[in-house]
Nanobody
Framework: QVQLAESGGGLVQAGESLRISCVGS????????MGWFRQAPGKEREFVAV????????QYADSVKDRFTISRDYAEDRLFLQMNSLKTEDTGVYYC?????????????????WGQGTPVTVSS
């Protein structure tokens, strides 16, 4: 059984940076597109970023473009999200996700694996 586990969330002030990570266990994730979604209080879950299975292509939500960077470590089956210049509107629970889909279809694809989420709170 493949599982995803996020870590690294926390409380930061607006303008600061935070890096969250996700590790897979139980099976290699090398053939999956992997990404991040987030859910703010009272809102629906939304796409944040995706990286393709080979790691050369990425895509971001407009709201985080130029501030967030997604990356992955194949040797350790880890996924990262470096978040810079954080804003209060970035507050939410961040979920790691994996799908056997083209990265360009990731935001609407059937997600095969979800993590349990890690909370990120940005204070003003």
């Amino acid at each position: 059984q493949v599982q995803l586990a996020e870590s690294g969330g926390g409380l930061v002030q607006a303008g600061e940076s935070l890096r969250i990570s996700c590790v897979g266990s139980g099976h290699s994730l090398r053939t999956y597109s992997m990404g991040w979604f987030r859910q703010a209080p009272g809102k629906e879950r939304e796409f944040v970023a995706v990286i393709n299975w080979i790691g050369g292509w990425t895509q971001y939500a407009d709201s985080v473009k130029d501030r967030f960077t997604i990356s992955r470590d194949y040797a350790e089956d880890r996924l990262f999200l470096q978040m810079n210049s954080l804003k209060t509107e970035d507050t939410g629970v961040y979920y790691c996700a994996a799908a056997r889909a083209d990265y360009r279809d990731f935001k609407t694809a059937q997600i095969d694996l979800w993590g349990q989420g890690t909370p990120v709170t940005v204070s003003s």
